[in-house]
């Protein structure tokens, strides 16, 4: 994936969540990311200067007076190649001063002397993070700009459980990454359907999709991340809610229409990522089947579509679809997009992208087809984003471009 910040200097003060500063910098330069350390007094009680020096791969910085910066100003001269500060993990000491604009030491002087955005990543006992000196200062932060990231809840090594916790590095990578993203959708309120249904058949029987609903779930991140409002409607799928997403839990294609139904009036996009059944039996038994010798005989009623409701509704939201095909993919996809009367379709080989982290789209719309390079489903879906805007803003946003349907 590609991070969006390029270089970064890592504040690290003194509290024990410290250590996962360590492991921090070494997924941001496994992501590319120059990682610039500075230490408090109380940081390199916790993790050596040698530590996030081997793993950072440069200088770690400790002192206002280093004589290794050549202007001999540290505090200015450390940040101005970052893209950001991020202090993890901020103590509650910590916030206190960037509240107070004390400067008192190298990494105080380089946050108030920046030109760059500032992240914290607050790790504190769960009393000292409710005190409401602690909150004020949360307040006053978030007021003067700075981006707060976390505290999570749970165990803490004070033995107590509770809000103070600092995120997991991996977690702290996602919303640093989310962060930075262009807010194209601002505003904006966003459906997303992701991930299979499920067509009872019996108590245990039914019949579905094979898709792990990886592709909808990054869908709805990118959304999330470019600043809109989410509403994830998911089949059966063993996945995480995103942080900051409404998430509905479906079963069957009838569950999922009723919940997009239900909402789809307030939206201004839908995007359709989910692998809805195409049937489900007629006859839906409520106890289990017993095995015999004979051949069983299902019926089968089709689904709705979904998607080509609401494409259809009088005040359409802007309707974005998917194709998986094993073949045929781009002239088939092209079919469909004609047939729901979308304005954008995404298409991807079931080869490339079942069961996989990646993806390889291609985005069709009036104006013909855009290949996306093979890359991870979150990327794949920030351009898809990306692209909706752009169409977005190009054209009328709330009503979908009229195909005439050739196949019907
Ligand atoms: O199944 P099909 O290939 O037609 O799917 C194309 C698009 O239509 C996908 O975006 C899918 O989520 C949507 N769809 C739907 N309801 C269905 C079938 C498909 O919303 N019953």
Redesign the pocket.
């Known amino acids: 994936m590609a991070f969006s910040i390029r270089n970064l200097v890592l504040g690290v003060t003194g509290g024990v969540a410290a250590y996962k500063a360590a492991e921090l910098t070494r997924l941001l330069v496994k992501a590319g990311v120059g990682v610039r350390v500075v230490l408090t007094e109380g940081g390199a009680q916790f993790v050596t200067p040698h530590t996030f020096q081997a793993l950072s791969g440069r200088h770690v910085f400790t002192n206002l007076w280093d004589t290794r910066v050549p202007n001999g100003m540290a505090h200015i001269d450390l940040s101005r190649e970052a893209g950001a500060i991020l202090v993890a993990p901020a103590t509650a000491d910590f916030m206190a001063k960037l509240v107070h604009g004390t400067a008192d030491d190298l990494l105080s002087t380089l946050c108030l002397a920046r030109e760059c955005p500032l992240i914290i990543a607050p790790a504190m006992n769960r009393q000292m993070w409710e005190n409401p000196a602690t909150q004020r200062n949360v307040k006053q932060l978030r007021q003067d700009g700075v981006i707060i990231l976390g505290p999570d809840s749970g165990d803490q090594a004070c033995g107590e459980t509770g809000m103070g916790r600092m995120l997991e590095p991996e977690d702290l990578m996602e919303l640093l990454d989310a962060a930075f993203q262009p807010k194209v959708l601002r505003g904006q309120k966003v459906m997303i359907?992701a991930g299979p249904t499920f067509e009872k058949i019996d108590a245990v029987r039914g019949i579905t999709n094979q898709s792990s609903g990886k592709m909808g779930f990054a869908v709805a991140k990118a959304a999330r991340d470019a600043g809109a409002d989410v509403t994830l409607i998911a089949g059966p799928v063993s996945l995480p809610t995103p942080a900051g997403i409404r998430r509905i839990d479906v079963e069957s294609?009838q569950d999922m229409l009723q919940a997009v139904n239900a909402g789809i009036t307030l939206q201004d996009i839908f995007i359709?990522?989910?692998?809805?059944?195409?049937y489900h039996p007629l006859q839906q038994f409520e106890h289990k089947l017993k095995k015999d010798a004979n051949i069983l005989h299902v019926e089968l009623a089709p689904?709705?579509?979904?998607?080509?409701n609401?494409a259809s509704l009088p005040r359409p939201p802007f309707c974005?679809?998917?194709?998986?095909?094993s073949q045929n993919l781009l002239d088939f996809a092209e079919q469909?997009r004609k047939k729901?009367h979308l304005p954008l379709?995404a298409a991807n080989l079931v080869q490339t992208a079942f069961n996989s982290d990646e993806n390889e789209l291609v985005l069709l719309d009036d104006a013909g087809r855009h290949h996306l390079p093979k890359s991870d489903k979150l990327t794949q879906a920030r351009q898809l984003i990306a692209h909706i805007a752009k169409l977005m803003q190009h054209g009328n946003p709330t009503t979908p471009v009229k195909h005439i349907d050739q196949s019907a």
Do not use: S
């Open positions: 359907t294609a359709g990522v989910a692998a809805v059944a195409d689904n709705a579509d979904i998607l080509a609401v974005v679809g998917f194709a998986a095909e469909k729901k379709l």
